[in-house]
């Protein structure tokens, strides 16, 4: 069964240093989503792409986070510099094409990267 | 402001029993309602979807509702197994625009032998 995979599972860094994730989604999946959990949390949306383009990324902490998805395929989330409050776990996700309406389809998560800020 | 609340505290029940756990939004109308399972350390996995016009949707041993008057849906899951023992989200989609999905904070299910 296709997988969304990530990497790294775990991720250890200092507070001011850069960090980055990456993702594969679900092949044929044109939507990918970056979230954040924060222990005892539901995740919260970060950035979301169709294709190569971010359709809603109003809550991405733009001075420091940034996010690609440069040929519509797999994807990179960075941050620069790390905070200590930047440790949580981060989700990718991916779901088929939904468009402007029509049928919503369920979201496939990976596995996450846990980072923790030291 | 927007608000999705899900029982904070654990729910304990009994294998065999039924296990009902509860999503409450206000300001908000969603055209659907999804519920995912999440267990420690994991992403979550997706169980069940519910559009707005629809009042119930089964799959196996799992049951959702959807009440728009009441701004809630109910997740039943029946003959409970320790299996079942996990952290259940519901999550609110958005009527129009893309699927962006905003997340309860989850109810933790513990279901004892």
């Known amino acids: 069964e296709a997988e969304v995979a990530q990497s790294p599972r775990y991720k250890i860094t200092e507070k001011s240093q850069a960090v980055a994730f990456w993702c594969d989604p679900i092949?044929?999946?044109?939507?990918l989503y970056w979230y954040r959990q924060i222990l005892g949390q539901g995740p919260e949306l970060l950035v979301q792409?169709?294709?190569?383009?971010?359709?809603?990324d109003s809550q991405l902490p733009k001075d420091r986070f940034s996010a690609e998805r440069l040929k519509g395929v797999d994807s990179t989330l960075k941050i620069q510099p790390a905070e200590l409050g930047d440790s949580a776990m981060y989700l990718c996700?991916?779901?088929?094409?939904?468009?402007?309406?029509?049928?919503?389809?369920?979201?496939?998560f990976g596995p996450g990267t846990r980072l923790t800020v030291t | 402001s927007q608000k999705i609340e899900q029982n904070s505290e654990a729910l304990n029940i009994q294998e065999g029993k039924t296990a009902t756990l509860t999503c409450n939004y206000t300001?908000?109308?969603?055209?659907?309602l999804q519920w995912y399972r999440q267990d420690p350390g994991r992403g979550p996995v997706f169980l069940l979807l519910?559009?707005?016009?629809?009042k119930e949707k089964r799959k196996e041993r799992l049951k959702v509702t959807f009440d728009t008057t009441l701004k809630q849906s109910l997740f039943h899951i029946t003959a409970s197994q320790p299996a079942d023992s996990a952290t259940y989200l519901c999550a609110l989609g958005r009527r129009s625009g893309y699927s962006t999905l905003t997340f309860g904070k989850g109810t933790m299910l513990l279901v004892s032998p």
């Open positions: 300001n908000y109308s969603p055209a659907y």
């Open positions: 792409f169709q294709d190569e383009s971010v359709v809603d």
């Open positions: 092949s044929g999946h044109a939507t």
């Open positions: 519910i559009r707005e016009n629809e």
């Open positions: 996700a991916s779901s088929l094409v939904t468009g402007l309406a029509g049928f919503r389809y369920e979201q496939y």
